[in-house]
């Protein structure tokens, strides 16, 4: 697998402005890009669905206040389950809680894939060999595995050991990008500058590696992002989730058990999963187009690189 | 030669973080489950399955974490897995029953799905631009985030509409006598096709992806041109120059991926009910059948390091780049 990355070439001075510079990287990356916008737009009606559900499905959606199995009509959009739930309204209520799953053990592991990858390169000895060794052995244990059977022993089912178990098994590739990356950022200059002028050690990772690496650390949040939608998504349909949670996840393990294809709710099944797709899409679609604004390489033909061309270092790194 | 004792050396601590893992897990969390299983599974099997259970978990004998651990380690070393409480059996011979079953549908599946993509992907970065390279990215970006199972449900309710007698589970039919006889090849193989073709739409966009996006790369090369500017056929270099050294990150990362096959068995043989090793796993979990969830999670997780290692092998055969020195 071929993971390519940016990293900004120090031209003015470092600091402040980097981070800035960081953030508008980001945001060009966004608007430029078609695949970004596409991803963006669907992540924005996610989120809306997920702030205000209330106003956007004004049924309830756990109550089994309707008749069972109702084809789609004007009252039921998608229908009603086989208890008599409303199926437009759960699709709705379901993004509060899968948005949080993502954006939550998303961020935690780009978090932990953060100390310890960038610790690791930055503390170097033993330090690195150490928080190495860990990252590398959870890299290799097959993950999805290693979910069930820590799950199967602890079955309280929440979303806390979810999300946390989400966490411990799927910030390791992470960790290895970033800290490759911060590695290859040890010997440059302005980091020896800022050493030279006596910073301290939390101000040079917090001020000068960590803005510096801005699009990777991006890259490696939008990948554990999508792949936790889908693991947490499958948990949840294989039973190992809060039955009583509203999620797409657990809309799908109910429709399953309500055998919903074969009495021809449809939509029971065909709206959750849809929903699920599209979500881990938006996630997908932003980290392909960050992958291609970096690599001039896998952009199209056409394409004026001039824009791109002056302030950009690019580096293929083979992270097999 | 010190690059390849070091590898062998964090495969054996991995080895050994595994069985650890195992050996923890049911001991650390909270509420007991080995208790719990204990009270379960009282009466329902024989006395001596029970106290073999006690016996390995300490319950009664009162020997210390440390004589069981030493106990857990000999017995894995000699294969002695405990007996399954679900099957009744040995925990050894439920899973030679499971692992063949599962090696054919997701080993064969795999293989064909790397097969497939890596030539997807080879004609859709020469035709840079044309209708395979426009369509198929975009396609297999959002293939490749759809979430395997849904892809299975919707393949279980089409062809329910379509065929409905045509097989939706199980490995073969019930009461259909396993051998090889023509009838019996051709009952397993229509129970395949589904689970198979959903493993296939959803794992070859990651083969056309990769494999599209390093030959675009290689076909950037110099002796990319030197070849065109030979007047070389088409075809030669895109074959034998720039596919034959694009394939090595493929080439390792298929070595890997067979490694996953066992891994990647849980939803598939849970949807389709398939008893293959990821059924075994998960109606060891449900069940709280632990002796069995330790064997194939160690199973799995072995594959998985045998495969990295080849993987690593393959690398080091094909690509003299990565030889170091000494």
Redesign the interface.
């Known amino acids: 697998m071929v993971a390519l990355q940016i990293t900004a070439e120090p031209a003015a001075g470092p600091g402040p402005t980097s981070s800035e510079r960081a953030a508008g990287r980001v945001w060009r990356a966004v608007r430029s890009n078609k695949k970004a916008l596409a991803g963006a737009v669907i992540l924005l009606v996610f989120a809306i669905m997920a702030v205000i559900p209330g106003l956007i499905a004004r049924d309830n959606p756990q109550a089994f206040s309707y008749g069972r199995s109702l084809g789609p009509s004007a009252q039921h959009w998608f229908g009603t389950t086989a208890s008599g739930q409303d199926i437009y309204s759960q699709v709705i209520w379901g993004a509060r809680e899968t948005l949080i799953i993502a954006l939550v053990s998303g961020l935690l592991s780009t978090v932990l894939s953060m100390i310890m990858g960038i610790g690791a390169a930055y503390l170097g000895g033993w330090w690195d060999h150490g928080l190495n060794l860990v990252t590398d052995i959870l890299l290799v244990i097959p993950t999805f595995p290693l979910l069930i059977v820590i799950i199967a022993y602890y079955p309280h089912s929440s979303l806390i050991p979810l999300i946390g178990v989400l966490v411990i098994t799927g910030y390791s590739y992470g960790a290895r990008q970033l800290r490759a990356e911060a590695l290859s950022l040890r010997g440059r200059d302005f980091l020896e500058a800022a050493r030279v002028r006596g910073e301290r050690r939390t101000y040079i990772i917090f001020a000068e590696i960590i803005p510096s690496m801005t699009s990777l650390i991006v890259a490696v949040f939008l990948g554990t992002a999508v792949y936790n939608v889908i693991a947490a998504a499958t948990l949840q349909f294989i039973g190992f989730g809060d039955p009583n949670s509203l999620s797409w996840g657990t809309m799908l393990y109910w429709a399953e058990n309500g055998e919903a294809l074969q009495t021809g709710q449809y939509l029971w099944a065909i709206a959750p999963g849809l929903c699920i797709a599209l979500l881990g899409a938006a996630f997908a679609l932003l980290n392909y187009a960050f992958d291609e604004v970096g690599n001039p390489a896998l952009q199209r033909v056409k394409v004026r690189r001039d824009r791109y061309a002056a302030p950009w270092r690019i580096r293929a790194n083979r992270a097999s | 030669m010190r690059h390849a004792l070091r590898r062998l050396g964090?495969f054996a601590?991995?080895l050994w973080?595994?069985l650890t893992?195992n050996f923890i897990?049911?001991r650390?969390?909270?509420g007991s489950?080995i208790l719990d299983m204990m009270a379960k599974y009282r009466g329902h099997v024989t006395p001596r399955a029970l106290h073999a259970i006690e016996a390995a978990f300490g319950i009664e004998t009162h020997t210390s974490l440390f004589v069981q651990y030493w106990q857990y380690l000999g017995n894995t070393a000699t294969g002695n897995f405990g007996i399954s409480l679900t099957q009744s059996e040995p925990v050894s011979q439920v899973i030679t029953g499971a692992v063949w079953w599962t090696l054919g549908l997701i080993g064969v599946t795999t293989v064909l799905a790397f097969v497939l993509g890596t030539l997807i992907g080879i004609l859709g970065a020469w035709r840079?631009?044309g209708w395979l390279d426009g369509i198929l990215p975009?396609v297999f970006?959002?293939a490749?985030?759809?979430?395997?199972?849904?892809i299975g449900?919707?393949l279980?309710?089409l062809v329910?509409k379509i065929h409905p007698s045509f097989p939706t589970s199980g490995a073969y039919s019930y009461g259909a006598t396993p051998g090889l006889s023509w009838p019996f090849i051709t009952d397993v193989l229509q129970h395949a096709l589904l689970p198979g073709l959903a493993i296939l739409i959803t794992s070859i966009g990651g083969w056309i992806l990769?494999m599209r996006?390093?030959m675009?790369?290689v076909l950037?090369e110099d002796y990319i041109r030197m070849a065109r500017a030979k007047g070389l056929p088409g075809w030669r270099i895109m074959l034998d120059y720039a596919a034959r050294n694009a394939m090595l990150?493929n080439l390792?990362?298929f070595a890997m991926s067979l490694g996953?096959v066992?891994?990647?068995a849980?939803?598939v043989e849970?949807l389709f009910s398939y008893q293959g090793v990821g059924y075994y796993?998960?109606q060891a979990?449900?069940n709280?059948d632990y002796a069995l969830?330790q064997a194939?999670?160690l199973l799995?997780?072995v594959a998985?390091?045998v495969a990295?290692l080849a993987a690593d092998l393959l690398?080091a055969v094909l690509d003299p780049r990565t030889r170091t020195g000494g």
């Not at chain 2, 490749?144 to 849904?150: A, C």
């Open positions: 964090f601590i991995t973080a595994c893992l897990l049911p650390l969390m909270p489950p840079r631009g975009p970006v959002i490749t985030s759809i979430p395997f199972f849904w449900m919707l279980i309710l329910g990769t996006n390093t675009v790369t950037a990150p390792s990362g996953f066992l891994s990647g849980i939803v849970y796993l998960l979990v449900v709280q969830v194939l999670f799995i997780t998985v390091l990295i690398t």
